[in-house]
T-cell receptor, first 113, second 114 residues
């Protein structure tokens, strides 16, 4: 079982609408959680990174939340634009090793006009 | 434009060919990574270099051979690949190896094995 589960698998919304993507994890001990945006045919780009003590972090129209107690994170996109169409990947790191990063399968978001 | 540059963008090769993928960054990062990404799947870690030394090899077959000639360059040498090796190969870098270090990704090389 993957230690990072994302939902929904895919999502279609109309331009201008808001949406929220979910990430649940079991990675332990927790170090940090990142949200990446990956456009088709491009490499992932970091949107936010949050450590244990951070509940919310914003990057423009993107707002990530973290509940370390319930091991849940969300990425909220406000006033969506066509350019938001991409895969959004949740990555959770453990404190165990130098590079113990666990990738979620991603949510494929399509924003339609 | 990304700060991590990968070449070529696309590569088609036969199973008997030898080719190399290249990755370059000039951010002064001392950690560099190779990932493999299949369609609609997240990236899978292959190799990690720290200060030009291989620190992690995620049980990658020997037909993939990484090389870090200096702190700015990372190569992936390919030989006798299989059709299932067709994928997007992503390079990334971070200041240091560490789970709280943000990784900067290149746009990848799309590899097709005939």
């Amino acid at each position: 079982k993957n230690q990072v589960e994302q939902s929904p698998q895919s999502l279609i919304i109309l331009e201008g609408k808001n949406c929220t993507l979910q990430c649940n994890y079991t990675v332990s001990p927790f170090s940090n959680l990142r949200w990446y945006k990956q456009d088709t045919g491009r490499g992932p780009v970091s949107l936010t990174i949050m450590t244990f003590s951070e509940n919310t972090k914003s990057n423009g129209r993107y707002t990530a939340t973290l509940d370390a107690d319930t091991k849940q994170s969300s990425l909220h996109i406000t006033a969506s634009q066509l350019s938001d169409s991409a895969s959004y990947i949740c990555v959770v790191s453990a404190l165990r090793n130098n590079n113990d990063m666990r990738f979620g399968a991603g949510t494929r978001l399509t924003v339609k006009p | 434009d990304t700060e991590v540059t990968q070449t070529p963008k696309h590569l088609v090769m036969g199973m008997t060919n030898k080719k190399s993928l290249k990755c370059e960054q000039h951010m002064g990062h001392r950690a560099m990574y190779w990932y493999k990404q299949k369609a609609k799947k997240p990236p899978e870690l292959m190799f990690v270099y720290s200060y030009e030394k291989l620190s992690i090899n995620e049980s990658v077959p020997s037909r993939f051979s990484p090389e870090c000639p200096n702190s700015s360059l990372l190569n992936l040498h390919l030989h006798a690949l299989q059709p299932e090796d067709s994928a997007l190969y992503l390079c990334a870098s971070s200041q240091l190896v560490g789970s709280n270090q943000p990784q900067h990704f290149g746009d990848g090389t799309r590899l097709s094995i005939l």
